[in-house]
């Protein structure tokens, strides 16, 4: 029987793919700035919300909105599973032409999305970045701390990295595809995404304060995220391990001369301290080493596991098309009926290399 074609995703021109994780409190306030724009467009849409396994109201009041505004789309996650993770599963079922990524947090303003769209299709680009011109809202621990995230991955990654880009981007389709052809697991897009050198432009515009609710990203996972972006796109850190065994070498062999030098003299006294500072700069270069190299191991392991990076709850997309099916696997969703998709996909894994359709 021949594949029946998906119209939805055949008349949607602009997908806006919004993961949240507890934003019940601004909830309120992302959907009466985000739809009065889209509605402005003049272009089939969709909002793609990512429930990223919330636990206050948010997927109730998800449910609450979506009765009176049909273009919004709710896909549940099983667990909490990060929010780059939350923002691959709504790429992975985007539908449209063009893929916007925002944060619910209401800092990015949804209402640069129409100049986004606007210059990706005067100058044919495939991205479209976001870039904060002004952050007079973050506090000046956070201006410091994301000043340094950025100066690193820039010297690590390349100048192709533009900085003070977060994750409010627009991406073609072409764009999306190639991301989900990508084997990486712990996946950072902001990085990601200027690795694969497509045609892009610019949109800059001022970081706003969040009008409710908390950060979710405390120290931790900030720190986190510079680990990921590190060890995901350099090996410069085991270069420095190696550097500092170097340096450790030469600081051992100064010491050895030295030690043979005072005993040829006899002046052999308690060395105490030189023994005790040697020994603790020595374990902590190689515990630094060994940590390093642990990184790397890390990811190696997590890469040979190949777990999928989430599993979908529900869809409510499938949903209404009556298709969803819960898979024996562990809970992934069956694709709709007919699209010819690996399952394991659909749980979250990236498509083989050279894969570039449209998942529904």
Same mark, same amino acid.
């Given at each position: ?186 996946? $950072?897009?902001?990085?990601? &995404?200027?690795? %694969? /050198?497509?045609?892009? =432009? *610019? ?6 304060? +969040? @009008? ?72 902590? $270069?190689?515990?630094?080493? &060994?940590?390093? %190299? /642990?990184?790397?191991? =890390? *990811? ?6 190949? +777990? @999928? ?52």
């Amino acid at each position: 029987m021949p594949e029946a074609p998906d119209t939805t995703a055949a008349v949607t021109v602009l997908s806006v793919v919004v993961p949240m994780y507890n934003e019940e409190e601004v909830l309120p306030a992302l959907v009466s700035r985000l739809r009065p724009v889209l509605a402005g467009l003049g272009v089939g849409y969709e909002v793609v919300a990512v429930d990223d396994g919330s636990t206050d109201r948010t997927a109730e009041l998800l449910a609450a909105f979506r009765l009176g505004w049909p273009e919004l789309r709710v896909i549940g996650l099983r667990r909490n599973s990060g929010h780059q993770a939350a923002l691959t599963a709504g790429l992975d079922r985007a539908h449209g032409a063009y893929v916007v990524s925002l944060d619910a947090d209401l800092q990015d303003p949804p209402e640069k999305i129409p100049e986004m769209l606007e210059l990706a299709r005067a100058e044919g680009l495939d991205i479209v970045y976001g870039i904060r011109a002004d952050r007079a809202s973050d506090t000046g621990f956070k201006r410091w701390t994301a000043g340094l995230y950025y100066l690193l991955v820039r010297r690590l990654a390349g100048p192709s990295v533009p900085a003070q880009a977060g994750d409010f981007r627009l991406l073609s389709r072409a764009a999306v595809d190639a991301l989900r052809a990508l084997p990486d697991q712990q996946r $950072v897009y902001r990085l990601l &995404v200027p690795w %694969l /050198g497509f045609p892009s =432009g *610019r949109v800059t515009y001022e970081r706003a304060p +969040r @009008p409710a609710g908390r950060s979710k990203y405390p120290l931790g996972r900030m720190i986190r995220l510079a680990v990921d972006s590190v060890t995901g796109f350099s090996a410069a850190p085991l270069r420095i391990a190696t550097w500092l065994g170097g340096f450790a070498f030469l600081v051992c062999l100064t010491l050895m001369v030295y030690t043979l030098s005072a005993h040829a003299l006899e002046h052999t006294v308690p060395g105490w301290t030189s023994l005790f500072t040697g020994v603790l700069f020595i374990g902590a $270069v190689q515990l630094i080493c &060994v940590g390093l %190299l /642990g990184e790397y191991v =890390g *990811r190696i392991y997590t890469a040979v596991q190949n +777990r @999928p990076t989430y599993f979908i709850g529900h869809d409510t997309a499938q949903g209404e098309a009556g298709n969803r099916v819960v898979g024996p696997g562990g809970g992934h969703d069956a694709a709709h009926a007919g699209a010819a998709i690996p399952p394991p996909a659909e749980a979250g894994t990236p498509l083989p290399q050279g894969s570039s359709g449209v998942r529904t």
